[in-house]
């Protein structure tokens, strides 16, 4: 498995919304995670900033890229654009981070 972590951006106003859809994330959401390959999936909330902090373990870099492309990705990230900071096809504005320590 590849550790994958990231920062991603939710507007201060939008806390509480989020974490709802995350906890009504819907089933075909969930299953297209999995089937592309995502395990152990968990995402931080700064709430003094609104920074997100994203880490998860995939199977293989390309099947994960792949789950961007899916119809039901693509409609997840349309709902949740008015919550977060996202590019123009609506992914969300993410930094990629280096891992720079693990502990097994």
């Given at each position: 498995?590849?550790?994958?972590?990231?920062?991603?951006f939710?507007?201060?106003?939008?806390?509480?919304?989020?974490?709802?859809?995350?906890?009504?994330?819907?089933?075909?959401?969930?299953?297209?995670?999995?089937?592309?390959?995502?395990?152990?999936?968990?995402?931080?909330?700064?709430?003094?900033?609104?920074?997100?902090?994203?880490?998860?373990?995939?199977?293989?870099?390309?099947?994960?890229?792949?789950?961007?492309?899916?119809?039901?990705?693509?409609?997840?990230?349309?709902s949740?654009?008015?919550?977060?900071?996202?590019?123009?096809?609506?992914?969300?504005?993410?930094?990629?981070?280096?891992?720079?320590?693990?502990?097994?």
């Amino acid at each position: 498995m590849k550790r994958k972590a990231s920062i991603m951006f939710v507007h201060q106003d939008k806390y509480e919304e989020y974490k709802q859809r995350h906890d009504d994330i819907w089933p075909e959401m969930a299953e297209a995670l999995k089937a592309h390959g995502a395990h152990h999936y968990s995402i931080f909330l700064d709430e003094e900033t609104g920074r997100l902090f994203a880490y998860l373990e995939i199977e293989d870099e390309e099947k994960w890229r792949k789950m961007a492309d899916t119809e039901v990705c693509q409609r997840w990230w349309k709902s949740m654009a008015p919550l977060m900071k996202t590019n123009s096809d609506f992914s969300p504005v993410a930094i990629d981070l280096k891992e720079v320590f693990y502990l097994d």
